[in-house]
């Protein structure tokens, strides 16, 4: 047997009461269960998949021309269901390219849109615009020589029963542009009949129609690149004035086009 002073008593209980709160665990409240981390989701707002439009590319190169000179609109986008270039471009694919000669410098607009909202981006390009300088001596070339740049003018094709400027067409009417704007800045009294033909396939009438289409898609891509509206007239002949006669595919697609010609003439 042995004897524990008072002193060893006391140690014992605390030492007892200390293990006895050590154990005992803390029950949840009633009704209150574990509460979750906050959310790090996103917080956007975005409810679809895809995500806003992403314009990775809108350039103009190069930035800086002379007035007449092209110069070439890229650009590239992403995650759009829609991209609108202003300045009469309208809408385009969700990548490309396409030829400008604008008259002045001209800063365009691309829009992207889907469900989830919009993006913007724009593209400047400078022209250099020359300064004109007085010569009293010299004499403005005579007006008999504008069928001189009316024969520089090169016909736009276009496929069978179609009107859409195919890139061809696009490569021959952007140098047509450059011709007519120097043509127009020599005599500036001059205008330009645009010219709608088609092949033999069709009724008179059908064929009147369509030529009609293709001579304004002609004069319209001509005015985005920068041709006065004003100086451009169409007309079109259907299949009444033929280039060639011959029951072939290389003739029918030589009388499918959009010719020049000088007014009054």
Sequence with gaps: M???????????????????????????LPGRGIV????????????GAMGRPTISTFTIEPATVERGQTATLKWSVTNATSVIIDHG????????QRPIVPADSTTYTLTARNENGSAAA??????????????PDERRTPRTDVP??????????????????????????TADAATLKQMFADFPQASIIVEGHCDEHGSAEYNLGL??????????FLVQLGVPSDKLKTVS???????????????YQRNRRAHFSAAGQ
């Design 36 to 47: 979750p981390p906050p959310s790090t989701g996103d917080t956007s707002g975005n409810t």
């Design 89 to 96: 471009i309208g809408a385009v694919d969700v990548s490309g």
């Design 237 to 251: 002949y259907g299949k009444e004035r033929p280039q060639c006669t011959d029951a072939t595919e290389d003739c």
């Design 148 to 173: 001189g740049y009316i024969s520089k003018l090169q016909d736009a094709y276009f496929d069978y029963d179609k009107n859409d400027i195919r890139p061809d067409a696009q490569t021959a009417l």
């Design 2 to 28: 042995f004897r524990l002073d008072s002193r060893g008593v006391l140690s014992a209980m605390v030492l007892l009461a200390a293990l006895g709160v050590g154990c005992k665990k803390n029950a949840p």
């Design 122 to 135: 724009t593209a400047t390009v400078n022209v250099n615009v020359p300064v004109p300088i007085d010569k």
């Design 211 to 220: 030529g009609d289409r293709r001579a304004s898609s002609a004069r319209d």
